[in-house]
């Protein structure tokens, strides 16, 4: 028996992969431009990565259940729907907390990457297949609190 992650397995956890990504960048961004970044230039990430998730979740989809990572995770049908309505609420909760007066300023990059972790955690959440990824899941997903 190995323990090696395959290629298969990384690819159906792109996703929260692209998000972290999303959100990295956005901090990244923010902390090369000091006070001058733009609230509309880290929503139009943030969005455009939610966006490239959904699209690579609709594609990359198996059609059977498929256990990743030796069992801990378990992507099949019901995955899928689940995911693609964390990711459409957080599309949503993005646009209208875009002109919320406590977010603007320097802050808003930092709220929407604890945003992108939150949603990372309910993916984990979604996707777990035993109980300490169920732990994770939650914990990643608290983040933000």
């Not at 297949?129 to 994770?136: A, D, E």
Request: net charge negative.
């Amino acid at each position: 028996m190995t323990n090696a992650v395959s290629l298969e397995e990384i690819l159906q956890i792109v996703p929260i992969l692209i998000l972290l990504l999303t959100g990295l960048v956005g901090l990244f961004i923010k902390t090369v431009q000091q006070e001058k970044t733009s609230a509309a230039i880290i929503t139009s990430l943030a969005l455009a990565g939610l966006t490239i998730s959904a699209f690579w979740l609709a594609w990359a989809t198996p059609t059977e259940s498929k256990t990743l990572f030796s069992g801990s995770l378990l992507v099949d049908g019901f995955t899928s729907p689940g995911i693609l309505l964390v990711l459409l609420g957080a599309a949503l909760t993005i646009i209208t907390s875009l002109g919320h007066v406590s977010l603007k300023g320097s802050h808003y990059s930092e709220y929407v990457f604890l945003l992108l972790c939150s949603v990372i955690g309910a993916i984990t959440f979604i996707l777990a297949n035993n109980l300490m990824v169920v732990f994770i899941g939650m914990e990643i997903m608290s983040l933000g609190l």
